[in-house]
């Protein structure tokens, strides 16, 4: 059996980054509406026939309609994007947990089942991938294993994904290897700006 056939409890999970300022963007980004649809409730059908279980991480649980997803918002404060992995490391049923952000349009299903296979190989607590300058720490999963980490560096005021994930054992994707999934790196787009948007558009047009 395949490791896609034989997911659920290892690579069943999902989450969904909601919190954030959006200060940029000038409204909160968990409430951005393509096509007349919230982006996350567009993710959710996207990423469903690979995950089976969605874990929301926001500030406004009251604002989410509860049924058949997990909603919850950081148990540690005020620490980054890092602390709404933690919280929703620690509340996934499965061992890996993929992550996006709610500001993140377009889904790459080839690319994730790609990273599920080198995990399934390697057994790494994390895989990301590489950018021209660092890494990108969404469209990436995380495994359960690593709360304990994670809760240590954020008491110790570290917020940066990239410093933890130098202290684990993680799988990197080269820059080059991700572009031969997606030529123009448009599965790793945000929409953090006005602008964002317009080349989101420019992206869907082609």
């Excluded at 982006?39 to 058949?68: A, G, R």
């Excluded at 997803?69 to 947990?97: C, F, N, Q, W």
Aim: charged share 30%; proline share 2%; glycine share 4%.
């Amino acid at each position: 059996m395949s490791v896609l056939e034989n997911n659920v409890n290892k690579f069943g999970s999902a989450m969904i980054l909601a919190g954030g300022k959006s200060s940029r963007m000038g409204f909160d980004k968990q409430f951005l509406k393509l096509e007349n649809k919230s982006n996350i409730e567009s993710l959710i059908e996207k990423l469903s026939p690979i995950f089976d279980e969605f874990i929301i991480v926001t500030n406004k649980q009251d604002l989410y309609d509860k049924e058949n997803l997990k909603i919850v918002s950081d148990e540690i404060k005020d620490k980054g994007p890092l602390s709404g992995i933690y919280i929703g490391l620690k509340t996934a049923r499965s061992k890996y947990v993929y992550c996006i952000a709610c500001d993140m349009p377009i889904v790459n299903l080839g690319y994730i089942k790609h990273m599920m296979e080198i995990l399934d190989r390697e057994s790494n607590l994390a895989i990301v991938t590489r950018a021209l300058v660092g890494i990108e720490p969404f469209n990436a999963f995380y495994s359960k294993d690593l709360v304990d980490d994670i809760e240590r560096h954020l008491m110790e005021e570290k917020r940066d994904v990239k410093s933890l994930l130098e202290k684990v054992k993680t799988s990197y994707i080269s820059y080059r290897k991700a572009l031969s999934f997606s030529p123009d790196w448009s599965m790793f787009l945000n929409l953090n700006t006005r602008e964002d948007l317009e080349v989101y558009e420019s992206f869907r047009s082609r």
